[in-house]
């Protein structure tokens, strides 16, 4: 993805202990950034969301994101 010029997926998705949790740890381990869309993820729970701040996931509602990738 590096030669793409991707840095950042934006994660938003249904069910999150099935595909979404498998597409960020793939993320993760190609070192890109990761944003999950708090609001636009159901299933996300409280472990869910320890789990994602321990591999350094930063977790935002839809309306803070423009921000964020924007500075």
Not at 13 to 30: D, E, K, M, V, W
Request: net charge negative; aromatic share 4%.
């Amino acid at each position: 993805m590096a030669g793409l010029g991707v840095n950042t997926i934006v994660m938003a998705g249904c069910n999150f202990p099935n595909c979404p949790h498998s597409t960020i740890y793939n993320a993760c381990n190609r070192d890109l950034r990761i944003l999950l869309v708090s609001d636009a993820m159901p299933g996300l729970s409280g472990k869910g969301l320890q789990e994602l701040h321990g591999i350094g996931v930063v977790i935002m509602a839809s309306e803070q994101i423009g921000t964020w990738l924007n500075p």
